[in-house]
């Protein structure tokens, strides 16, 4: 990584006096938005809602978000190098296409008077002549280093229309650019052998998201807000995996379902195949397979399958969820059925549980001894 060294201010909701945190939209059409590291709350706001100074409860970090109107600058670069130029700042800027949208992403060091201080700032032109966003994430120069990916993954967590939510983020599309070579995958599933194929550089890619949001996670190790870092962890690692898997899921889908009677044999099918995968544990501090790793024949254990149950059937417009469990050190995925069985409640729906590290198991069936629904947390991903 070393390339690397309007909105209305009623629906910033989210970002309350009190330390919490979610995927808060920042315009009217909530398609602007942020999915944020646990712990940011409001400094202050502008009257016309269209900037925004944010403070980390956790770590000494500062956020300002700015949306200027369509022509105050021509282009992001323009925008970021005007916010240097005031703030006397040391940079570099690299400029990118991220969602078909300008991008401008810079590491940058501001010495004015008796104080110093570090981050990172990002431009990008909005869809739909929205405007011109800017970020500016920040600390003290000397805690620059310790809170360098918890700053990367803020600016990581940006939305900037709804497809954007499927889709790695501007930080990670940047550090892990797409390959334009594509490797083969062969999937053995209900006796069919399914030929498909990923980009080459995915594996890699998925890899250096889990890593870095996992370093974010272990921060909020012994917080009160350590459920719902969890929670974005893998909100995080779902959103990275979709469109890299979206060809694996439709040439699955395409040879499976005219076999199928219905949308739970199909999810079967699928079960099934997850559970007869190698059980290992991962090597990494993570302890999570990338999901591109699964598929390419690695080995996997119970939260990165039911991830993958959960990215698979999500691209096959089924509604899924995943359930983790610290209590029990499992994970389990599950999906909307009207077939009876074992289900868990979450955000008003009944979702039917699947283990995916035990053969022979059907969707709707858990262990006895893992029946307490209050001690699952639900990670709804959409």
Not at 87 to 94: G, H, L, S
Not at 302 to 331: G, K, P, Q, W
Not at 353 to 378: F, R, V
């Amino acid at each position: 990584m070393t390339r690397f060294q309007t909105t209305i201010l009623a629906v910033f909701f989210l970002l309350t006096q009190t330390a919490r945190a979610a995927v808060t939209s920042i315009n009217s059409k909530k398609s602007l938005a942020i999915d944020l590291p646990e712990g940011f709350y409001t400094v202050s706001a502008a009257k016309d809602g269209k900037s925004f100074q944010l403070q980390s409860a956790l770590l000494p970090v500062t956020a300002v978000i700015k949306i200027y109107d369509k022509g105050v600058y021509k282009t992001p670069e323009e925008a970021l190098k005007d916010s240097f130029s005031r703030m006397n700042a040391q940079n570099e800027i690299d400029t990118f296409k991220w969602r078909n949208q300008d991008f401008a992403l810079s590491a940058y060091s501001s010495y004015m008077g008796q104080m110093s201080s570090a981050g990172y700032a990002a431009s990008v032109t909005l869809p739909e002549e929205e405007g011109t966003l800017l970020m500016l994430i920040y600390t003290e120069q000397t805690q620059f280093e310790p809170c360098g990916e918890f700053m990367l993954s803020f600016i990581d967590g940006l939305r900037i229309d709804y497809g954007s939510a499927y889709e790695a983020g501007p930080v990670t599309s940047y550090a892990c650019p797409d390959s334009e070579k594509f490797i083969p995958v062969t999937m053995n599933i209900d006796g069919k052998q399914i030929k498909s194929f990923m980009r080459q550089s995915d594996k890699e890619a998925s890899e250096y998201l889990i890593d870095r949001e996992y370093n974010v996670l272990k921060l909020y190790a012994n917080t009160p807000v350590w459920k719902d870092a969890w929670i974005r962890y893998y909100r995080m690692v779902f959103r990275d995996s979709f469109k890299r898997l979206n060809r694996i899921a439709f040439d699955i889908f395409n040879e499976l379902s005219p076999d199928c009677t219905d949308d739970t044999d199909l999810a079967q099918k699928l079960l099934t195949w997850t559970q007869g995968m190698k059980y290992e544990r991962e090597k990494t501090s993570s302890d999570f397979a990338s999901l591109p790793s699964i598929i390419l024949g690695g080995g996997s254990d119970c939260d990165s399958r039911s991830m993958l149950l959960s990215v698979l059937l999500t691209s096959m417009n089924m509604d899924s969820i995943m359930f983790i469990s610290s209590e029990y050190s499992h994970a389990v995925a599950g999906f909307i059925s009207t077939h009876p069985g074992h289900s868990f409640k979450a955000n008003g729906k009944d979702y039917l549980m699947g283990e995916t590290t035990a053969s022979g198991i059907t969707w709707g069936m858990i262990a006895q001894e893992h029946d307490d629904q209050s001690k699952w947390i639900p990670v709804l991903f959409h």
